[in-house]
């Protein structure tokens, strides 16, 4: 790979000869072209790359990268991209999946695979609904939600996939906006540097079923109040010129309060965005920070530094064969008790 | 040691063969001192099968029915194939001990017990109303041994606390055996010495040589015995069981294929001593992952093969239902691996620890819609090794997936394994496609011989594709709703599984090529039915036998050979599953003989089921 000339390679050259089959208007779209758009930039060889998904309509996206893909199980994919890793750690492996297919059927090997920190990334397209069959409640569904199967309105209570992931011990979250491209793109990049498991949970619109949901910071009019960025080092402030406002924590609650244009907002007492505390009780108060109460975070919410899986894995079979010697399959037979007749 | 003058002060007897039953509390190491046994028994140069049968409990109240753990070993100086219907001679630690097992010893058989634990609250624990003793004096030999108290004086002085040295009673029992069956001692205390240090080491050596001594100069034992070593094929022997084997297999092929292998497995009995044994060879490069749940082991295990590995997956009946929405996608996708089947009895939890056939229709049909998988049988303990490197090369060649269905019976059984030359095991190094000789790369082109498709691996430039559990389109691999693709699909796997009977060796008849009787077994009832078989030849019967390790496909001399006999006897350990297929398949009317009672075949079950088939009027 490294002795040939270096060929400039476009987003032309991850988009497949498949005819992408979402319904119009989909926020699936603008997701794939961020990650076509954003795949030449990481240095990684195209035959490298593994995109893996479960069921449901995000999970159709391998199909559409000219990488290596595999469209596996309801809810599995984690596992498949699990025994891939494990065995190739030098692969790039995504994972594509969808609130149902990660967090309802797959909830577990999701789990798993995060708190594993196998070094793949995890992208979550979260449009609080089953579409592929056909409009039911999803496990991130809000409760009273009136659907094909809750006629009368849920009564589950939902899941955020960014506490769960926490939950787990991610090594690394962020959550991203569908057609928020330039935000989105900044998000995968991180994802793809950082070695570990990556959990990106991206706000996704479904037209069909569920259209809307994320209006409030889908629309760039609204974001700038809606949407709270997260950015290492600055302080929580969001809003437009003349009505700045911040999170400020008392006794570990938040609260908004008002900025004028010319405040220094940490003077002020504004939370100072940090992605590596080592506890992660931050990172959970702003998972829960929702509207309409707050904005909605979107960034890094956690970045630190854990050994992955893989690599602990193959040390062990480094260090085995130079403790002692590749192994050979005559003296395994012959160990131990034998007898000659 | 003075083993060999005490052969002088005793009458030595010789006899032919000797079957030993171990049964204690599942604390008290039966599982341990029959397994050393066995070993120095395999050292002796006896031919010899084993059968540990212990709860699935880890340590039942003591004292207890429920808690009694047992090991028999059956040898002898001439081929045997099972570890023998009835004891000779049962050890029994405890009363419960005595009581789960002496209905089992052959009448006049030998009772050895451990008379210190015979109190009456021992008694009352294990459900005896009254002494039983006296009554088992009229029917057996009884020798009673007070084992815990002998122990006890041979280990004095030892800085060990009480419950430590009653541990060791066990090993004071297996040197009086030892002594009573002319058994060196050497390899075991070879092994308690990689196995113990200190006095733990010294208090159990101490009391193996004190039980050999004791042997020699009780009055309990009048005569020692002597097993003259077996006529075996000559070479290299080992003991070895199933399990280890299923585990020395898997790594043997990583050797032997050249390419890293990949174990995904989630705990379950009694599958998991494979996973077990796998983890420690990572010096071969083989690499074990314990997975969330059945589900993730078998999709973990799937990944690795996209991925180019040697994959394989473990588990027993409920697991590996678990497991059966993976294998159809891995049927799909079309990618090499091996899923093993260590089938117990069931349905649901079952009884973990015992042995059935059960799985077999589940294997084959088990999946929904239309999805052939390969299935090999092992039949020995020492089978399980050959048998995972030949899944291995069907599934690589055939790019399928393929089932192993071992059995809880050969998974904990030992036999003494003829250890291959491995300089003369085949050596079939992966080829995995490139993009030079492939041209234009297509996912689903298929070898016109096989019908595989190429195994690409991420990796390899120029081969980028995407599978999935979509219908295929033929040659390219894309997504296709078109009714004749998919009817043609359907037809192209079911070809291409059926099309691996091509390289099958024809199945080989023990006994006449025609006749009267055919008995027909698959898997881990070879031990059984090959010895119910020589006796009711010694009777005179004239009847034949065949055993199938391959289940699908089968062999394609199979249907022609059924129909040379006028009757087919079919002996399975579940409800009648290979008897079903072979019905269907070749409208012959088999004669299913099943047991489901978790427990394997008895000779006398089955020559009494061909005696009587014998008698029958033909049809």
């Given at each position: 790979m490294a002795a040939q000339p270096a060929v400039k390679i476009s987003r032309k050259d991850f988009v497949s000869d498949q005819d992408v089959r979402w319904?119009?208007?989909?926020g699936d779209y603008s997701i794939l072209a961020n990650v076509q758009r954003v795949m030449p930039d990481l240095g990684v060889p195209r035959e490298n790359v593994v995109f893996v998904s479960g069921i449901g309509c995000s999970s159709r996206f391998p199909y559409y990268m000219n990488t290596y893909g595999f469209h596996t199980i309801h809810g599995r994919a984690p596992a498949f991209a699990t025994g891939i890793k494990a065995s190739r750690p030098e692969l790039s492996v995504w994972i594509v999946t969808g609130d149902g297919d990660g967090l309802s059927i797959g909830g577990n090997h999701l789990l798993h695979t995060i708190r594993r920190n196998i070094d793949t990334q995890i992208l979550l397209f979260n449009n609080q609904i089953y579409g592929l069959t056909k409009g039911q409640y999803s496990p991130t569904s809000e409760v009273g939600i009136k659907t094909k199967s809750t006629?009368?309105?849920?009564i589950d209570h939902p899941v955020d996939p960014i506490a769960f992931a926490l939950g787990c011990g991610a090594t690394f979250i962020a959550r991203t906006i569908d057609v928020d491209a330039k935000h989105m793109q900044l998000i995968l990049k991180r994802a793809h540097e950082h070695k570990g498991t990556a959990f990106i949970e991206i706000l996704q619109n479904c037209p069909v079923f569920n259209d809307g949901i994320w209006e409030a910071v889908e629309n760039r009019k609204s974001r700038t109040t809606a949407a709270l960025v997260l950015e290492h080092g600055e302080p929580l402030v969001f809003g437009q010129q003349g009505h700045r406002q911040g999170i400020v924590f008392k006794d570990g609650i938040p609260s908004v309060i008002d900025l004028a244009d010319d405040d220094d907002p940490i003077e002020r007492g504004v939370v100072v965005h940090d992605e590596r505390p080592n506890a992660s009780s931050y990172a959970g108060v702003l998972a829960s920070l929702r509207r309409p109460d707050f904005p909605i975070p979107v960034g890094v919410f956690r970045a630190v530094e854990k050994p992955t899986y893989e690599e602990m894995l193959q040390a062990q079979v480094d260090s085995a064969i130079a403790d002692r010697g590749r192994g050979d399959l005559k003296a395994l037979l012959h160990s131990g008790d034998t007898w000659t007749i | 040691m003075t083993a060999s003058k005490s052969r002088l002060k005793k009458h030595s007897e010789r006899v032919e063969r000797v079957a030993i039953r171990f049964a204690g509390d599942s604390g008290d190491g039966m599982q341990l001192t029959g397994a050393r046994f066995s070993d120095e028994t395999a050292l002796a140069g006896n031919d010899l099968s084993t059968f540990p049968d212990f709860p699935a409990e880890i340590r039942a109240p003591a004292g207890t029915m429920a808690g009694v753990s047992g090991f028999q070993i059956h040898f002898s100086s001439h081929d045997i194939h099972t570890p023998a219907d009835q004891p000779d001679v049962l050890i029994a630690f405890n009363p419960a001990a005595l009581r789960a097992n002496v209905d089992d010893v052959r009448p006049k058989g030998m009772l050895i017990i451990n008379i210190d634990s015979f109190n009456q609250k021992a008694l009352t624990r294990a459900g005896y109303d009254g002494d039983p003793l006296p009554d088992l004096r009229d029917r057996y030999q009884l020798v009673e041994v007070p084992f815990t108290s002998l122990n006890r004086e041979a280990l004095q002085g030892l800085d060990l606390s009480q419950r430590e040295i009653d541990r060791c009673k066990n090993f004071f029992a297996l040197g009086m055996l030892c002594w009573l069956y002319g058994r060196q001692m050497e390899a075991t205390e070879r092994w308690l010495g990689g196995k113990f240090k200190g006095d733990i080491l010294e208090g159990n050596v101490r009391t193996l040589r004190a039980g050999h001594a004791f042997g020699e100069t009780?009055?309990?034992?009048?005569v020692s015995f002597e097993v003259p070593a077996a006529k075996i094929e000559p070479g290299t022997y080992r003991n070895i069981t199933g399990n280890q084997a299923l585990a020395w297999g898997i790594v043997a092929a990583g050797v032997q294929m050249e390419r890293g292998v990949f174990l995904g497995a989630y705990p379950i009995t009694p599958a998991s001593e494979v996973l077990h044994e796998v983890a420690r060879y990572r010096h071969f490069g083989v690499k074990t992952f314990q997975a969330e749940d059945e589900m993730a082991a078998a999709s973990s295990t799937i990944g690795a093969a996209f991925a180019g590995q040697l994959a394989v997956t473990i588990s027993s009946g409920p697991g590996f239902v678990l497991k059966q929405e993976a294998l159809a996608l891995a049927s799909m996708v079309e990618l090499p691996l091996v899923a093993i089947n260590v089938q117990r009895a069931?349905?649901?939890?079952?009884?973990?620890t015992k042995t059935e056939q059960g799985d077999l229709l589940a294997a084959l049909f088990g999946r929904h819609s239309q999805s052939p998988i390969p299935i090999l049988a092992p039949c020995t303990p020492g089978d399980c090794f050959h048998i995972i490197l030949e899944a291995f090369r069907i599934a690589v060649r055939y790019m399928t997936p393929v089932i192993v269905l071992s059995d809880g019976y050969i998974a904990n059984s030992s036999e003494p394994w003829l250890i291959p030359d491995v300089d003369a095991l085949d050596r079939d190094p992966i080829r995995f496609a490139s993009a030079q000789d492939v041209g234009e790369f297509q996912p689903y082109a298929r070898d016109p011989e096989t019908l595989a498709r190429p195994w690409a691996i991420p990796g390899t430039k120029g081969l980028e594709h995407r599978i999935g559990g979509l219908t295929k389109q033929d040659i390219t691999g894309n997504v296709s709703y078109e009714a004749d693709n998919h009817r043609k699909m359907n037809q192209l796997r079911k070809d291409k599984i059926a099309g691996i009977a091509k390289q099958f060796a024809p199945i080989e008849i023990d006994g006449p090529v025609e006749g009267e009787i055919l008995i027909v077994g698959w898997g881990g009832t070879l031990g059984s039915i090959t010895a119910a078989v020589e006796a009711v030849r010694e009777d005179g019967l004239s009847v034949s036998r065949i055993h199938l390790r391959h289940l699908n496909p089968f062999p394609k001399n199979l249907g022609e050979i059924l129909g040379r006999f006028e009757k087919v006897l079919l002996p399975e350990l579940s409800d009648g599953h290979l008897a079903l297929l072979l019905r269907a398949r070749f409208l012959i009317d088999i004669r299913s003989l099943t047991k489901i009672e978790g427990q394997p075949f008895k000779i006398s079950e089955l020559t009494e089921a061909i005696r009587e088939l014998h008698s029958s009027s033909t049809a």
């Amino acid at each position: 790979m490294a002795a040939q000339p270096a060929v400039k390679i476009s987003r032309k050259d991850f988009v497949s000869d498949q005819d992408v089959r979402w319904c119009p208007g989909c926020g699936d779209y603008s997701i794939l072209a961020n990650v076509q758009r954003v795949m030449p930039d990481l240095g990684v060889p195209r035959e490298n790359v593994v995109f893996v998904s479960g069921i449901g309509c995000s999970s159709r996206f391998p199909y559409y990268m000219n990488t290596y893909g595999f469209h596996t199980i309801h809810g599995r994919a984690p596992a498949f991209a699990t025994g891939i890793k494990a065995s190739r750690p030098e692969l790039s492996v995504w994972i594509v999946t969808g609130d149902g297919d990660g967090l309802s059927i797959g909830g577990n090997h999701l789990l798993h695979t995060i708190r594993r920190n196998i070094d793949t990334q995890i992208l979550l397209f979260n449009n609080q609904i089953y579409g592929l069959t056909k409009g039911q409640y999803s496990p991130t569904s809000e409760v009273g939600i009136k659907t094909k199967s809750t006629p009368q309105g849920s009564i589950d209570h939902p899941v955020d996939p960014i506490a769960f992931a926490l939950g787990c011990g991610a090594t690394f979250i962020a959550r991203t906006i569908d057609v928020d491209a330039k935000h989105m793109q900044l998000i995968l990049k991180r994802a793809h540097e950082h070695k570990g498991t990556a959990f990106i949970e991206i706000l996704q619109n479904c037209p069909v079923f569920n259209d809307g949901i994320w209006e409030a910071v889908e629309n760039r009019k609204s974001r700038t109040t809606a949407a709270l960025v997260l950015e290492h080092g600055e302080p929580l402030v969001f809003g437009q010129q003349g009505h700045r406002q911040g999170i400020v924590f008392k006794d570990g609650i938040p609260s908004v309060i008002d900025l004028a244009d010319d405040d220094d907002p940490i003077e002020r007492g504004v939370v100072v965005h940090d992605e590596r505390p080592n506890a992660s009780s931050y990172a959970g108060v702003l998972a829960s920070l929702r509207r309409p109460d707050f904005p909605i975070p979107v960034g890094v919410f956690r970045a630190v530094e854990k050994p992955t899986y893989e690599e602990m894995l193959q040390a062990q079979v480094d260090s085995a064969i130079a403790d002692r010697g590749r192994g050979d399959l005559k003296a395994l037979l012959h160990s131990g008790d034998t007898w000659t007749i | 040691m003075t083993a060999s003058k005490s052969r002088l002060k005793k009458h030595s007897e010789r006899v032919e063969r000797v079957a030993i039953r171990f049964a204690g509390d599942s604390g008290d190491g039966m599982q341990l001192t029959g397994a050393r046994f066995s070993d120095e028994t395999a050292l002796a140069g006896n031919d010899l099968s084993t059968f540990p049968d212990f709860p699935a409990e880890i340590r039942a109240p003591a004292g207890t029915m429920a808690g009694v753990s047992g090991f028999q070993i059956h040898f002898s100086s001439h081929d045997i194939h099972t570890p023998a219907d009835q004891p000779d001679v049962l050890i029994a630690f405890n009363p419960a001990a005595l009581r789960a097992n002496v209905d089992d010893v052959r009448p006049k058989g030998m009772l050895i017990i451990n008379i210190d634990s015979f109190n009456q609250k021992a008694l009352t624990r294990a459900g005896y109303d009254g002494d039983p003793l006296p009554d088992l004096r009229d029917r057996y030999q009884l020798v009673e041994v007070p084992f815990t108290s002998l122990n006890r004086e041979a280990l004095q002085g030892l800085d060990l606390s009480q419950r430590e040295i009653d541990r060791c009673k066990n090993f004071f029992a297996l040197g009086m055996l030892c002594w009573l069956y002319g058994r060196q001692m050497e390899a075991t205390e070879r092994w308690l010495g990689g196995k113990f240090k200190g006095d733990i080491l010294e208090g159990n050596v101490r009391t193996l040589r004190a039980g050999h001594a004791f042997g020699e100069t009780t009055e309990l034992f009048p005569v020692s015995f002597e097993v003259p070593a077996a006529k075996i094929e000559p070479g290299t022997y080992r003991n070895i069981t199933g399990n280890q084997a299923l585990a020395w297999g898997i790594v043997a092929a990583g050797v032997q294929m050249e390419r890293g292998v990949f174990l995904g497995a989630y705990p379950i009995t009694p599958a998991s001593e494979v996973l077990h044994e796998v983890a420690r060879y990572r010096h071969f490069g083989v690499k074990t992952f314990q997975a969330e749940d059945e589900m993730a082991a078998a999709s973990s295990t799937i990944g690795a093969a996209f991925a180019g590995q040697l994959a394989v997956t473990i588990s027993s009946g409920p697991g590996f239902v678990l497991k059966q929405e993976a294998l159809a996608l891995a049927s799909m996708v079309e990618l090499p691996l091996v899923a093993i089947n260590v089938q117990r009895a069931g349905p649901s939890t079952g009884s973990p620890t015992k042995t059935e056939q059960g799985d077999l229709l589940a294997a084959l049909f088990g999946r929904h819609s239309q999805s052939p998988i390969p299935i090999l049988a092992p039949c020995t303990p020492g089978d399980c090794f050959h048998i995972i490197l030949e899944a291995f090369r069907i599934a690589v060649r055939y790019m399928t997936p393929v089932i192993v269905l071992s059995d809880g019976y050969i998974a904990n059984s030992s036999e003494p394994w003829l250890i291959p030359d491995v300089d003369a095991l085949d050596r079939d190094p992966i080829r995995f496609a490139s993009a030079q000789d492939v041209g234009e790369f297509q996912p689903y082109a298929r070898d016109p011989e096989t019908l595989a498709r190429p195994w690409a691996i991420p990796g390899t430039k120029g081969l980028e594709h995407r599978i999935g559990g979509l219908t295929k389109q033929d040659i390219t691999g894309n997504v296709s709703y078109e009714a004749d693709n998919h009817r043609k699909m359907n037809q192209l796997r079911k070809d291409k599984i059926a099309g691996i009977a091509k390289q099958f060796a024809p199945i080989e008849i023990d006994g006449p090529v025609e006749g009267e009787i055919l008995i027909v077994g698959w898997g881990g009832t070879l031990g059984s039915i090959t010895a119910a078989v020589e006796a009711v030849r010694e009777d005179g019967l004239s009847v034949s036998r065949i055993h199938l390790r391959h289940l699908n496909p089968f062999p394609k001399n199979l249907g022609e050979i059924l129909g040379r006999f006028e009757k087919v006897l079919l002996p399975e350990l579940s409800d009648g599953h290979l008897a079903l297929l072979l019905r269907a398949r070749f409208l012959i009317d088999i004669r299913s003989l099943t047991k489901i009672e978790g427990q394997p075949f008895k000779i006398s079950e089955l020559t009494e089921a061909i005696r009587e088939l014998h008698s029958s009027s033909t049809a």
